[in-house]
């Protein structure tokens, strides 16, 4: 089994930061893209930022410059700083990853999300 850990969500005050991580586990080879999403209340889930196994990272309109994306091969982790928080930000963060298992077969795979409240 396959799964992702997303963690650091919580309250916060706009303008302040928050760290995000989020980890992988199980039976896996290797992993391709990895990425976070986010869905705000009464809205459809959207792209916040990807990185490839390259460590090539793309980013949303609304948070390039304020947000990084990073990985750690090594310890199959993907973060997400989020600087300069917006009262806009806040949804639920979701993980995603591209996984090759150790049997080849190829999974896309989501966390179970993580709650960032924006709010003074």
């Known amino acids: 089994q396959v799964q992702l850990v997303e963690s650091g969500g919580g309250l916060v005050q706009p303008g302040r930061s928050l760290r995000l991580s989020c980890a992988a586990s199980?039976?896996?080879?290797?992993?391709?893209?990895m990425g976070w999403y986010r869905q705000a209340p009464g809205k459809e889930r959207e792209l916040v930022a990807t990185?490839?196994?390259?460590?090539?990272?793309n980013y949303s309109d609304s948070v390039k410059g304020r947000f990084t994306i990073s990985r750690d091969n090594a310890k199959k982790t993907v973060y997400l700083q989020m600087n300069s928080l917006k009262l806009e930000d806040t949804a639920v963060y979701y993980c995603?990853?591209?996984?090759?298992?150790?049997?080849?077969?190829?999974?896309?795979?989501w966390g179970q999300g993580t709650l960032v409240t924006v709010s003074s």
């Open positions: 995603n990853a591209g996984v090759i298992t150790t049997i080849f077969r190829y999974l896309e795979i």
């Open positions: 990185i490839t196994s390259g460590g090539s990272a």
């Open positions: 199980g039976s896996i080879f290797s992993i391709n893209a």
